[in-house]
């Protein structure tokens, strides 16, 4: 049996599993490939301890999704399908800037400049935007054909109107 969320998001196969598990998906409504991300809430997870996991899981679609750059992962939908949370983006083709640098001897400066301004870029637009990312680093910066760059996982972005629910 083929595993669908909310009636139109197909499961092709898990691609990522930390403390959320990503699929690779088809949006039968759209006709397009994404990537969803399941909110992996523990079983013994109880309470306000559980309320407060979904509210990030929340604010994290929240903070990515008011933001729409060339250099930004897209967000298209958050929801909740029996009792199951999830986040709709763009499905990246590529790999993670750590994949590549494990990958790569030397990455030339000539790239290492062009990532590090697409990047800044992008928390520049994201700043502008009251989001503050707050988790920089290579697993979070994708790398796709055309050596074009998008951020991604905003898991404990703040939005600076909103109160903080990590220090």
Same mark, same amino acid.
């Given at each position: 049996?083929?595993?669908?969320?909310?009636?139109?998001?197909?499961?092709?196969?898990?691609?990522?599993?930390?403390?959320?598990?990503?699929?690779?998906?088809?949006?039968? *409504?759209?006709?397009? /490939?994404?990537? #969803? +991300?399941?909110?992996?809430?523990?079983?013994?997870?109880?309470?306000?301890? /559980?309320?407060?996991?979904?509210?990030?899981?929340?604010?994290?679609? /929240?903070?990515?999704? /008011?933001?729409? %750059?060339?250099?930004?992962?897209?967000?298209?939908?958050?929801?909740?399908?029996?009792?199951?949370?999830?986040?709709?983006?763009?499905?990246?083709?590529?790999?993670?800037?750590?994949? %590549?640098? *494990?990958?790569?001897?030397?990455? *030339?400066? +000539?790239?290492?400049?062009?990532?590090?301004?697409?990047? #800044?870029?992008?928390?520049?637009?994201? %700043? *502008? %935007?009251?989001?503050?990312?707050?988790?920089?680093?290579?697993?979070?910066?994708?790398?796709?054909?055309?050596?074009?760059?998008?951020?991604?996982?905003?898991?404990?972005?703040?939005?600076?109107?909103?109160?903080? #629910?990590?220090?």
């Amino acid at each position: 049996m083929v595993e669908v969320f909310k009636g139109k998001y197909q499961i092709v196969r898990e691609i990522a599993r930390s403390n959320d598990i990503v699929y690779e998906a088809l949006d039968t *409504s759209m006709g397009r /490939r994404v990537a #969803l +991300k399941e909110l992996n809430i523990t079983q013994g997870l109880t309470g306000q301890a /559980r309320r407060e996991r979904i509210e990030r899981f929340q604010r994290e679609a /929240r903070s990515a999704g /008011r933001l729409s %750059h060339p250099n930004i992962v897209s967000i298209y939908e958050f929801g909740e399908d029996e009792g199951r949370y999830f986040i709709a983006m763009e499905y990246l083709e590529g790999q993670s800037l750590r994949d %590549h640098l *494990s990958a790569t001897v030397v990455m *030339s400066l +000539k790239d290492s400049l062009d990532v590090v301004c697409q990047l #800044l870029d992008a928390l520049f637009y994201a %700043h *502008s %935007h009251q989001v503050i990312h707050r988790d920089i680093k290579p697993d979070n910066i994708h790398l796709l054909p055309g050596n074009r760059v998008k951020l991604t996982d905003f898991g404990i972005a703040r939005l600076t109107e909103e109160p903080a #629910l990590t220090s």
